[in-house]
């Protein structure tokens, strides 16, 4: 029986693929047309090593682990600008880079994103900020299942992910930190469908735009008047979202801080702690 | 008998589907690019291929697609008088496949295109249940001998293989239809053989799926008092002749089946109005056996209808896309985008909700013409 590694089946060597990038200066065209998985982010990390900050990549279709592979000196940040639809965990492990997409993500944006910055001018897939410890996701339109599933925060390192649209079932599961801001923008009758919202969530704060019944939460969350420090941190917070997608979407910050907001915070730190203590 | 593998990888399948609901028929090059964009969905242990409005020439026919592993010439000549008896055999031939294919060891695989000849008792049954009865005895009693699809003016292609390699082996860019749906598998917990592959058909239903299904004993047992037996050791089969007992037999539509196989949560029902839990309750009950427990995707089609489904908390993914009268269906967005870049809308639906794709008035202008 024929057994193969279709990750790495037929994976080209850089000089064999750097005719699909062109380099000028501190900027680099790659087109992404023809690049298996590991040949474009191959590709991506030779171009900063030959001295390129901002990556522009063109025809992407479902390549994976972009911008997974930047590890580099502190201090070397990069921008990566994605035309197409970047596949599977787009900036996984990102470590300090912004990435913009003009179009739609898939499963896992920002899985386990260390820092930085990604801007997806569409929607995402599930998962969206998994294990996400640092850095902030902008998504203009709505995200799938277990969005921000253990998002965690350490000291100063408070992640952040704002969703623009909705968001479907578990948003917020056995969330240990983080900030998470869902705008339901393109709502029909301002309600969210999602249920099971934070279900063992044991950090962290959800801010929620829209309504939302009790029902729909889960068991380990409770609703907590906002405060003035939240206000503040919200119209910071819509006012780079704003400044990101102002142009594509038709409500202005005044009109979305203008919305009724629900703050969301886990009632115990250890949600199953009575269960598995020993 | 093949021994499963005794490591366990963890991944994922990927599924693909397109319709035409004008009816239009299209070649299998299109699906075959976008399966080439998920490529790493699979691990070359699996890949298939249904294809409805294949054989318009022998519409009125039941065609049989028959596997005969290790090409057993008993089975094959078993397979030839059973069926002569039983049928007739309006025509017949080798299913014509690529030598050159990368393929290894590929079975033999033979096309009869056939018409019920009940006699005695067999007379009180439909010709459906007919075809489902003589099916299911070649499947269990005739040794290396396997239908893997028995539909009207359809078939499957299948094998152990990259979806690529299949569709070239079969050369499936020959042949037109107006759905296509197509797989590519990474087994997981049942062996990788040819029978095994994926989409699984009884009829002219057919499944493909990506996932594991923890309620298989129950579901099987519950399938079996209904003269379903499954024999190809794999989960998915129980979806097919799950989808043929509601939907054809009892007559159900999707939507009512959705909510049977991927029934909501009890404490979500707890919230419905009266007459929405009243219903709800009702079918959990009744078809509690008939519940698909575990992560699932699935894409199915029949005649005139392709749907996407998933589990209630969708722990499978499936993207949706349409483009004028085309309908999408795919484990992941770029491989609809890699065949169809510019759509009219992409969307995820919620877990246990079905996407339905079903033949419209042009298609059926056509007919009438």
């Given at each position: 029986m024929r057994f193969v590694d279709s990750y790495l089946e037929g994976v080209r060597k850089i000089d064999e693929i750097i005719k699909y990038a062109k380099i000028e200066g501190e900027v680099a065209e790659i087109d992404a047309r023809d690049l298996k998985h590991k040949e474009l982010n191959d590709l991506m990390r030779e171009c900063v090593l030959r001295g390129a900050r901002k990556l522009i990549l063109k025809n992407v279709c479902g390549q994976r682990y972009i911008g997974t592979r930047l590890f580099f000196n502190p201090g070397v940040n990069v921008e990566i600008i994605i035309y197409g639809t970047p596949g599977n965990d787009l900036g996984a492990f990102l470590s300090g880079h912004r990435i913009v997409v003009y179009g739609n993500a898939q499963d896992g944006v920002g899985n386990t994103m260390d820092s930085g910055e990604i801007i997806v001018h569409g929607r995402a897939g599930d998962v969206v900020a998994m294990a996400m410890r640092g850095g902030k996701i902008f998504i203009r339109d709505s995200v799938g299942y277990r969005t921000a599933i253990h998002m965690k925060e350490y000291k100063e390192r408070i992640p952040l992910l704002v969703i623009g649209g909705t968001a479907q079932d578990f948003l917020g599961e056995y969330m240990a930190g983080g900030r998470v801001v869902l705008l339901g923008l393109n709502l029909k009758n301002g309600k969210h469908r999602s249920h099971y919202i934070g279900t063992g969530m044991h950090g962290g704060i959800i801010y929620l735009r829209g309504k939302v019944e009790d029902y729909q939460l889960g068991k380990e969350v409770g609703v907590v008047d906002m405060e003035q420090e939240d206000w503040k941190f919200l119209e910071k917070v819509v006012e780079e979202f704003c400044g990101h997608f102002g142009n594509e979407i038709k409500v202005d910050k005044d009109e979305i801080l203008g919305g009724k907001f629900m703050k969301l915070i886990p009632v115990t730190k250890r949600p199953y702690g009575k269960i598995y203590a020993y | 008998m093949i021994k499963p593998r005794d490591d366990k990888d963890f991944q994922a399948c990927g599924l693909f589907g397109v319709m035409d609901r004008s009816g239009e028929r299209f070649n299998g090059k299109m699906v075959v690019e976008a399966m080439k964009n998920?490529?790493?969905?699979?691990?070359?242990?699996?890949?298939?291929?249904?294809?409805?409005?294949?054989?318009?020439?022998?519409?009125?026919?039941?065609?049989?697609?028959?596997?005969?592993?290790?090409?057993?010439?008993?089975?094959?000549?078993?397979?030839?008088?059973?069926?002569?008896?039983?049928?007739?055999?309006?025509?017949?031939?080798?299913?014509?496949?690529?030598?050159?294919?990368?393929?290894?060891?590929?079975?033999?695989?033979?096309?009869?295109?056939?018409?019920?000849?009940?006699?005695?008792?067999?007379?009180?049954?439909?010709?459906?249940?007919?075809?489902?009865?003589?099916?299911?005895?070649?499947?269990?009693?005739?040794?290396?001998?396997?239908?893997?699809?028995?539909?009207?003016?359809?078939?499957?292609?299948?094998?152990?293989?990259?979806?690529e390699d299949i569709a070239e082996f079969f050369m499936v860019e020959k042949y037109k239809g107006y759905i296509w749906t197509a797989h590519s598998r990474f087994p997981t917990n049942t062996p990788g053989w040819w029978g095994g592959a994926h989409p699984f058909c009884i009829l002219d239903w057919t499944v493909v799926h990506n996932g594991e299904i923890s309620s298989y004993g129950t579901n099987k047992r519950y399938l079996e008092m209904f003269g379903y037996y499954c024999t190809l050791q794999t989960d998915t089969e129980v979806m097919a002749y799950a989808f043929d007992l509601l939907m054809r037999r009892q007559k159900l539509p999707i939507e009512i089946v959705a909510k049977i196989l991927a029934p909501p949560m009890w404490d979500i029902i707890d919230h419905m109005d009266e007459k929405r839990k009243k219903l709800y309750t009702t079918l959990r009950m009744v078809y509690a056996p008939l519940l698909i427990n575990g992560p699932w995707t699935v894409i199915v089609a029949h005649h005139g209808e392709m749907f996407g489904l998933t589990d209630r908390i969708r722990l499978r993914p499936?993207?949706?896309?349409?483009?004028?009268?085309?309908?999408?269906?795919?484990?992941?967005?770029?491989?609809?985008?890699?065949?169809?870049?510019?759509?009219?809308?992409?969307?995820?639906?919620?877990?246990?909700?079905?996407?339905?794709?079903?033949?419209?008035?042009?298609?059926?202008?056509?007919v009438v013409e």
């Open positions: - | 998920m490529h790493v969905r699979g691990n070359g242990l699996g890949g298939g291929f249904a294809v409805y409005g294949l054989y318009p020439e022998y519409k009125d026919y039941y065609c049989l697609h028959v596997m005969i592993q290790d090409w057993n010439e008993d089975a094959k000549r078993e397979v030839d008088k059973f069926l002569d008896a039983n049928f007739d055999i309006v025509h017949d031939e080798e299913i014509p496949t690529n030598e050159d294919a990368n393929v290894v060891n590929p079975p033999l695989f033979w096309r009869y295109f056939v018409y019920p000849q009940k006699k005695g008792d067999d007379k009180r049954l439909s010709d459906d249940d007919y075809v489902i009865k003589k099916v299911m005895y070649i499947n269990t009693k005739i040794k290396d001998a396997y239908v893997i699809s028995s539909g009207k003016n359809m078939g499957v292609f299948k094998g152990v293989g990259f979806p499936i993207t949706a896309g349409e483009k004028g009268d085309l309908l999408f269906l795919s484990s992941e967005e770029s491989a609809i985008r890699a065949v169809c870049p510019n759509l009219d809308r992409v969307w995820t639906p919620h877990g246990g909700e079905p996407v339905i794709g079903r033949l419209n008035e042009k298609a059926l202008k056509k």
